[in-house]
């Protein structure tokens, strides 16, 4: 006995229905009927109601069938724009039935799939053999493809029929044979799954433009467009699976591709036009910057949990005092668009020197104690961390590292000038040096040549006086005068 198939596939028809709402305005709505089979299970269909005119419209939905349910029946479209609605139909039993919109209907029906047809295999491929199996009869009849409209007529022998399948005949399709159907579905014939290539992240005025695959392979395929305010709008592909199209609105945009076996559902983001935005890349605390964007815009300064806003004036340009070292982001923006930029703020340091008093000094005494310290500024001191490179004319003589922002050093070497400079390890600090003098200390009088010459003397009347008592020195004769009378004529 042959195996029966048992279709359990539904398909949407193509065409295109406009109605007429109470407000008498035209609506068009997409499918306007739907076919499925009474496998057992219950399924949710989507139909898209489009308002072209220039006023919004009320719709109201109605059923006499108690096996189609609605979300929602009572809604509004407004202006140019569409809304999906979804439909549950239970599908336990054949039936016929309407869904009417305001005083226009949509046909559903739902078929019995039980037949003696059966299709091999199961789920053809397009542009491959299929074979179709009736009792053993000779009869005649014919295979409808719903998406093309294509159909094949065979003639069975002895129940049996071989079908060829054109490469584009893909998707829901239904074999007649004697009044009995069965439904089935024609696989395409790439295989793989649907991709889609497509620009992730565009601007407010910018081209999208994409391309549908199947298998690695370019297909024609029908994709539907909603923008971030929910409309949509579809587009079909051409035989290389590509479109264009142009975006507006910001936000989060959908495109969904749907070929006849299948349907692939993706998003990209459209961003604002970058608004001209002008920014510093590096401030001093307590210091104003200025940043330039366009008349009137909103600007908005923020750091960790802080946030400033100002509104551009006639120049385009604001005035910010930074209060705090750190990394700023700043946004400004207009009703369309928008841009981004960060700046840096650091502090600026000096170096102060100070003696034992805690004195501020502005000259070095060789061999005495000075504190080195690091503050903002405004003298306030800071606990920085970094290097202090010393300098005696120039030349290199020390370096410090710092962990708390001063240290005690002692100067030794003989100079006119010192510096000292301060290179710091946070990327929030700014590099410093100064240059101080050396006090001048005239030498002390040397008395030593004088104590050397006294003590040379009496250390030779020392030994003088002991040779002589030892007389080791002969004596000097004594010398007398006598007295004598000058001549005359001298006197």
């Not at 005083?103 to 559903?108: E, K, L, T």
């Not at 300064?301 to 385009?316: L, V």
Request: hydrophobic share 35%.
């Amino acid at each position: 006995m042959r195996e029966k198939t048992r279709a359990k596939n539904s398909y949407f028809t193509t065409n295109t229905l406009t109605i007429v709402s109470t407000s008498a305005s035209a609506l068009t709505i997409t499918p306007d009927s739907y076919v499925t089979y009474a496998d057992g299970t219950y399924e949710t269909v989507e139909f898209t109601i489009f308002n072209p005119l220039n006023h919004s419209v009320n719709v109201t939905l109605s059923t006499p069938s108690s096996k189609i349910l609605f979300h929602e029946n009572n809604f509004n479209i407004s202006a140019n724009s569409s809304k999906t609605i979804s439909v549950l139909i239970i599908k336990d039993t054949p039936f016929t039935s309407k869904i009417w919109v305001n005083n226009q209907s949509i046909n559903i029906i739902v078929l019995n799939i039980q037949s003696d047809i059966t299709i091999a295999p199961a789920s053809p491929q397009a542009g491959k053999n299929m074979i179709v199996l009736y009792e053993d009869s000779n009869s005649t009849g014919y295979i409808l493809c719903q998406e093309t409209n294509n159909v094949y007529l065979f003639q069975l022998h002895e129940g049996l029929a071989l079908i060829s399948l054109q490469e584009e005949d893909y998707g829901n399709a239904t074999v007649y044979i004697k009044g009995h159907t069965t439904h089935f579905v024609i696989q395409s014939k790439y295989k793989g799954n649907i991709y889609m290539d497509y620009i992730p992240t565009l601007q407010s005025g910018a081209t999208q433009n994409l391309q549908v695959f199947y298998g690695g392979e370019p297909i024609h395929a029908i994709v539907t467009i909603k923008t971030p305010s929910g409309k949509t709008y579809s587009k079909s592909t051409d035989m290389d699976g590509k479109t264009s199209f142009q975006v507006g609105e910001t936000g989060e945009w959908i495109l969904t591709a749907n070929v006849y076996d299948g349907s692939i559902t993706a998003s990209f983001n459209v961003t604002p036009k970058p608004l001209q935005l002008t920014v510093p890349e590096t401030g001093v605390i307590n210091q104003q910057i200025t940043i330039q964007t366009q008349q009137g815009a909103t600007v908005i300064i923020q750091k960790d949990e802080m946030t400033w806003q100002y509104t551009a004036d006639s120049e385009g340009k604001i005035s910010f005092i930074p209060p705090f070292p750190g990394k700023y982001s700043v946004i400004a923006r207009t009703d369309t668009q928008q841009n981004k930029a960060t700046f840096s703020v650091k502090t600026k340091t000096n170096i102060l020197l100070k003696n034992e008093n805690n004195e501020i000094i502005t000259k070095i005494q060789i061999n005495k104690p000075v504190l080195i310290q690091i503050t903002d500024d405004t003298n306030k001191p800071l606990t920085a961390t970094g290097d202090i490179e010393i300098q005696a004319d120039g030349f290199p003589i020390k370096t410090f590292t710092l962990t708390g922002g001063s240290i005690l050093w002692t100067p030794q070497q003989q100079a006119t000038m010192y510096t000292l400079k301060y290179n710091p390890s946070d990327t929030f600090t700014l590099y410093s040096e100064t240059s101080i003098p050396v006090a001048y200390t005239p030498p002390a009088e040397d008395y030593t040549w004088i104590y050397i010459a006294i003590l040379s003397i009496i250390a030779v009347i020392i030994i003088v006086y002991i040779l002589i008592k030892k007389q080791k020195l002969p004596s000097l004769p004594k010398i007398s005068f006598k007295k004598q009378k000058l001549p005359d004529d001298l006197l």
